[in-house]
T-cell receptor
């Protein structure tokens, strides 16, 4: 079946660096994507979303890029802080909350 | 405060017992969902409900049951038929199709 997956399971960066977390998806019909941050023992926290009619969306310190040609999604975090350490999931909304999640990328920020 | 409340946070179940996890939302969202998360894994959909008194199976519904008698409540029962229930359970809700989905803080279930 079609699925959403992540390229890198772990990412370690120094505080202040920019982080880029990647995600590949395979359902070309998907029209809505979400990035979540999950801290240990907590529920996923919404970070940013993007619809398929866009190729870039910016939030506070975060930017999501969508490349429909190669079915690739990325999350960029500017000036990464220790509080950004968490697991990051991309999710594909296949309709009315039927999210398909990737395995997740563990981001570790070193002071 | 508006949000999704799950309880209990931690629950222990003896083999052969049924347990029920509570999920309440005061966001006036129509749709509610239950996901299961195993360590180091992503989330998998158990059940979802788009309106009151209606619900559908997700990808891993076997061994679970739900009800949706009220808009704000969507309890999940983990039955004795679920052979490997130890996991982190997450409830979520959304206002409408294509809208952002918000999650509760989760409930840890452990079989003892």
């Amino acid at each position: 079946g079609e699925s959403v997956g992540l390229h890198l399971p772990t990412l370690s960066v120094q505080e202040g660096d920019n982080s880029i977390i990647n995600c590949a998806y395979s359902n070309s019909a998907s029209d809505y994507f979400i990035w979540y941050k999950q801290e240990s023992g907590k529920g996923p926290q919404f970070i940013i979303d993007i619809r398929s009619n866009m190729d870039k969306r910016q939030g506070q310190r975060v930017t999501v890029l969508l490349n429909k040609t190669v079915k690739h999604l990325s999350l960029q975090i500017a000036a990464t802080q220790p509080g950004d350490s968490a697991v990051y999931f991309c999710a594909e909304n296949m309709g009315y909350g039927k999210l398909t999640f990737g395995q997740g990328t563990i981001l570790t920020v070193h002071p | 405060d508006g949000g999704i409340t799950q309880s209990p946070k931690y629950l222990f179940r003896k083999e052969g017992q049924n347990v029920t996890l509570s999920c309440e939302q005061n966001l006036n969202h129509d749709a509610m969902y239950w996901y299961r998360q195993d360590p180091g894994q992503g989330l998998r959909l158990i059940y979802y409900s788009q309106i009151v008194n209606d619900f559908q199976k997700g990808d891993i519904a076997e061994g679970y049951s739900v009800s949706r008698e009220k808009k704000e409540s969507f309890p999940l029962t983990v039955t004795s038929a679920q052979k490997n229930p130890t996991a982190f359970y997450l409830c979520a809700s959304t206002a409408a199709r294509g809208n952002t989905i918000y999650f509760g803080e989760g409930s840890w279930l452990t079989v003892v």
